[in-house]
Each structure stands twice: as structure tokens, then as C-alpha cells.
């Protein structure tokens, strides 16, 4: 399987049947993340044997009505573009030199179905969000404690009957994260290994039932507000649960 067909089947989930008729003509989502894809590779610079510096800001000029009917998917479409902009550079070996930012633009100046890129390295102070990815999806965690599993009054909702109502949380204070089983019925795994609870390091894998959990740090532009329960993961930390 080639890249694009990668970056066509990411945009498929953002692209689902409420939006089919937005897109029958002018530019298609996935024409945008070829787009993209397409410049990362054309500006990516080698400035040490170590590192391949790419663009992290990018403008996607496209003709109002493209632009408009793109602004109609909202942050879902953002939030994909994001993420494979990530993968592309993480296959390739680019490094960014500050948070990746996309921004789309209406330009009167260019015809209907048009995609033209603009980008830049943008340095700046990071900051860091720690993301779950889930059947391709992906989940900021935006409290202290995040709980995952298959009933609707967890914070994140997973369709696996292999799974407890509530059966895992994802604790993050910032900077550090840990992984605790709620007394699940069939138990949680982190990297394959039973845990109860442990510290969990950027890019393990939790997975519950069938269900596999990815866990990120990546950079951000603006840090999130912490939420209230912030402060009950910080105290849950000191508890013992990362030494």
C-alpha cells in the first residue's frame, strides 16, 4: 500500500455520508493531503547527517467555493490533516522546528478545483498534548483523567463488547502519563504485557478487549487549559503510581 492510499482512507473516515454531496465536484479532501504530502517533500531541507528539517506551517489556498465547502467539515477535517501531515514526516525521517499548523484559505484569485501550498519553518516555544489514537482516530486529552471504554458515560466511547462500560483511564498531568485498569472483566495489556497500572511512555499501546490505544506526546502551538480534574491526576502521581 502506497502513502497516498494511506493519507485517501484517513480523509474516507472525515469525509463520512453526511458530507458525500458537499464534494461531487471541486477539489476532494484527498487532493489537499496529496497536496500537502506533495510539499513537505519539495522544501524538506538536510541540515545535519541527524536531521532533515521540514516545513511545520502551511497555508492551502483554494478558490472560495472549494474553501467554503472544506470550512463545512470543521475541526474533523483539521484534525486529520494534522495527523498525516505527522505520519508522513515521521515515515520520511523529517523533523519540524516548531508545531505543525494548518490553515485553509480562500484565494478569488485561483479557478475551482485548484490546490496551491504555501509554507514556512516557523520555530517556537513547544509545548506538548498528550493524544490517544483509536481505530484510526484521534482523541486529545484534554482532562487528568480520561476513561475509555465501551458505555456512554465514559469520556471516550469504544463499540468493542469485549470491553468493560468503564474500563481503563488514561491519567496526564502535562507531562507524565499512566495507564490504570478500572477492574476491567478481561483485564488491560500495555505493550502486550498484563498491567493494573503503570507508567505509560509516548507511543505505547494499550489495548482493551480488540481494542488497541496508542498513546502520543506530540507539539502544539497554544497549551490546552487544564481542566479541574488536572490537579486530582497530579495528586493521583504522587500516590505512588510513578516513582
Known amino acids: ?30 487532493e489537499v493531503a496529496s497536496a500537502l504530502r506533495s510539499e513537505l517533500d ?32 470543521g475541526s474533523t477535517l483539521e484534525q486529520e490533516l494534522l ?43 513547544v509545548s506538548w498534548r498528550g493524544v490517544v489514537d483509536i481505530a484510526g482516530k484521534r482523541h486529545p486529552l484534554v482532562k487528568g483523567r480520561t476513561v475509555i471504554g465501551r458505555g456512554s458515560d465514559a469520556d471516550i466511547t469504544i463499540p468493542d463488547a469485549g470491553t468493560s462500560r468503564r474500563h481503563v483511564e488514561i491519567l496526564w498531568d502535562g507531562e507524565r502519563a499512566m495507564v490504570r485498569d478500572l477492574k476491567s472483566t478481561n483485564g488491560t495489556k500495555m505493550d502486550g504485557r498484563p498491567v493494573s497500572e503503570a507508567a505509560l511512555a509516548p507511543d505505547s ?30 495528586r493521583a502521581f504522587g500516590h505512588g503510581g510513578m516513582s
Not at 505520519?87 to 523533523?95: I, L, R
Not at 498513546?215 to 491526576?233: G, L, M, N, Y
Open 1 to 30: 500500500m502506497g502513502l497516498l492510499d494511506s493519507f485517501e482512507k484517513g480523509l474516507e473516515r472525515a469525509v463520512n455520508s453526511a458530507f458525500a454531496k458537499t464534494f461531487r465536484s471541486g477539489v476532494q479532501p484527498v
Open 42 to 73: 519539495a522544501k524538506a531541507v538536510v541540515v545535519s547527517r541527524d536531521r532533515i528539517l521540514a516545513p511545520n506551517t502551511f497555508a492551502v489556498r483554494l478558490a472560495p467555493a472549494d474553501a467554503e465547502r472544506m470550512d463545512s467539515l
Open 83 to 125: 495527523l498525516l501531515v505527522e505520519t508522513h514526516a515521521k515515515a520520511q525521517g523529517f523533523s519540524f522546528a516548531g508545531p505543525v499548523t494548518i490553515a485553509i484559505k480562500a484565494d478569488a484569485q485561483l479557478p475551482t478545483g485548484t490546490v496551491r501550498v504555501d509554507s514556512r519553518t516557523a520555530a517556537g516555544d
Open 205 to 234: 499501546v494499550v489495548t482493551i478487549g480488540r481494542t488497541d490505544i496508542a498513546f502520543h506526546v506530540i507539539a502544539q502551538a497554544t497549551p490546552p487549559r487544564p481542566s479541574t480534574s488536572a490537579a486530582d491526576a497530579t
